[in-house]
């Protein structure tokens, strides 16, 4: 019997290929099944997970809502037992706010002796009272 030569397959390029040659379809398919399991386990706990949260968000809100209601009862409670009082709003002084003033050099008042006299220190008085506007 003559031999049978197996000739090599040049993979032939096509830009968009109808039909794709899978070398070991068997193996391949079993990846794609585990993958998809996997991924539904995933969702899955997922899903379990945001249960739980949801299921301890509603005991926590339960909770917050016995402890708002007992709070309301104690101070109802401590109403009834504080005495009665008349409550007056007060007035409130707001304190005015301190105007610091520099220290004013003294001015020796000395007895004028001349007429010229007189008038330089009353225009010098002057000048002091505009100085301080």
């Not at 007895?111 to 009353?122: G, N, Y």
């Amino acid at each position: 019997m003559a031999k049978k030569i197996k000739k090599s397959v040049k993979p032939v390029i096509v830009e968009n290929p109808v039909h794709v040659r899978i070398d070991n379809p068997i193996a391949f398919r079993k990846q794609i099944l585990t993958c998809a399991l996997e991924s539904t386990q995933l969702l899955k706990g997922y899903s379990e997970i945001k249960e739980m949260q949801e299921k301890r968000k509603i005991v926590l809100m339960q909770k917050l809502q016995r402890t708002m209601d007992s709070l309301d009862k104690m101070s109802k409670k401590l109403e009834a037992i504080l005495p009665k009082v008349k409550y007056t709003e007060e007035k409130r002084v707001v304190p005015q706010p301190v105007i610091v003033q520099k220290p004013q050099p003294k001015v020796e008042i000395k007895k004028p002796d001349t007429e010229t006299d007189k008038l330089k220190q009353e225009l010098a008085e002057i000048e002091r009272k505009l100085a301080e506007l």
